[in-house]
């Protein structure tokens, strides 16, 4: 059993230790997760959805970054079944029932979510519905009209129930997108696909399988189990890390950590108590550590408060910060090697290479001589892998503080296996 248990029945854990744990529950190390994308996205829970496309989107690069070079196509398949759009279905626009995979819905963010875990979210849809709106008032008649057409027709996109605008911001929204978007915030449509970054929703009595439209969970039942999966999906976690997982508020962890099954934790240098997973304690974390690239939004680092205790790794997304105040670039993607996040590369693509704009490494990563070589060989593997799941034959650095020489030698022998 990892960790030791100590007065009061806490479970103490070194750091380390607890990195360990939270790489071997993200699936990062150890052998790689048997079972393919379905079984990585019932293991995390929720994969998280952004408009940003570098090499590719950010949830078809969380499962990338766990299983190699998994096709996108097939990615897309496990996320959202036999559509009949974008996932190589008859083309009829409608699926069988209970043909989904999984369904985008507002987790940590708005995310892809097991369809297993319809049932563990009636508590926020209960939420909108007794608030009676999000961001706007729904006009009135609109949801029968698309309650009728999503009968007929759907599933369909926006754009296709006739009420699309070109403005995507919220507060510019059409009477069709506030009513569509407030049937899926209480329940009554589903988000089964992304079509050409499009939303496209079926009436959730179509889309879900029956056996999960009748159970009917009171909240406490939903945030027990959200609690208990978040505990699983990062192996050891404090109270604000678990809230912060499916963007629940600490008051509710507080009202269902007893009756999750997680364990309490004491954690070297963490100032406040954790929870650990008890199947997670019950065997030491060990085996092949992950070099790879992560999306910023990926669950390993999502939150950074939390990447930063575990890791001690402070990052932030640039993407909307003027050019000219970037540190790191547009869309720095954090690099994974040996257990610990020792770098960031700003990707991009020119026809069949694949570019580093910028490759910047953690001041600790260069500290000797040898580390700063093995650093260079980790950089050098996690860009040749991304090169090849994309589809590029070659690879270039334009920037990084590290030694040309170095980088051209870390190139030329890495392979991307």
């Known amino acids: ?76 398949a496990a996320y959202w079944g036999a559509s009949g759009r974008g996932s190589g279905g008859n ?33 926020r849809r209960r939420a909108y519905l007794r608030r009676g709106w999000r961001w706007h008032k729904v006009p009135e008649g609109v949801c029968d009209e698309i309650r009728a057409r999503l009968k007929a027709d759907g599933p369909l996109t926006t754009k ?37 970054w499009r939303r496209v929703y079926d009436l959730a009595e179509r889309a879900v399988p ?19 999966r978040a505990g699983r999906a990062l192996g050891v976690a404090t109270r604000g890390d678990l809230a912060d997982y499916y963007r629940i508020k600490q008051d509710q962890v507080d009202r269902v950590i007893e009756a999750t099954g997680l364990v309490p934790a004491a954690v070297a240098g963490w100032s406040q108590r954790a929870w650990a997973d008890p199947d997670a304690l019950a065997a030491p974390p060990k085996g092949r550590h992950a070099t790879t690239l992560l999306s910023p939004f990926d669950s390993l680092v999502w939150d950074r408060a939390r990447a930063s205790r575990v890791f001690g790794f402070d990052h932030r997304l640039e993407a909307y910060v003027p050019k000219g105040k970037r540190v790191h670039g547009y869309f720095a993607m954090p690099l994974l090697a040996g257990g610990r996040l020792i770098g ?49 034959d070659d690879v270039r650095v334009e920037r990084t503080a590290l030694p040309p020489t170095l980088v051209k030698a870390a190139l030329a022998t890495a392979t991307p296996h």
Not at 91 to 120: C, K, N, Q, T
Not at 176 to 188: A, R, T
Request: negative net charge; charged residues 20%; proline residues 4%.
């Open 344 to 392: 960031r590369v700003d990707p991009a693509r020119e026809g069949r290479t694949l570019i580093a704009r910028q490759a910047s490494l953690e001041p600790w990563a260069t500290r000797t001589a040898a580390r700063t070589e093995t650093s260079a060989a980790a950089l050098a593997t996690a860009l040749w892998r991304a090169a090849a799941w994309v589809g590029c």
């Open 210 to 228: 029956s056996e999960l439209l009748a159970q009917d969970l009171d909240d406490d039942a939903c945030l027990t189990a959200l609690v208990a």
């Open 1 to 76: 059993m990892a960790g030791g248990t100590q007065a009061g029945g806490e479970v103490g854990l070194g750091a380390d230790e607890a990195r360990r744990l939270q790489l071997r529950a993200q699936g990062f190390l150890g052998a790689r997760p048997k079972g393919g994308v379905p079984a990585m996205l019932e293991r995390l829970g929720a994969v998280q959805l952004d408009t940003i496309s570098v090499l590719a989107r950010s949830h078809e690069l969380v499962p990338y970054a766990r299983l190699g070079t998994v096709s996108r196509s097939a990615i897309e």
């Open 160 to 196: 296709e129930l006739g009420g699309a605008k070109a403005s995507a911001e919220w507060w510019d929204w059409s009477d069709h997108k506030i009513g569509i978007e407030w049937l899926l915030d209480i329940g009554e449509v589903v988000c089964v696909e992304r079509v050409g």
């Open 91 to 123: 083309g009829s626009g409608r699926a069988p029932r209970g043909g989904y995979g999984a369904f985008e819905y507002w987790a940590h963010a708005a995310s892809v979510i097991p369809m297993a875990d319809w049932p563990l979210f009636a508590f």
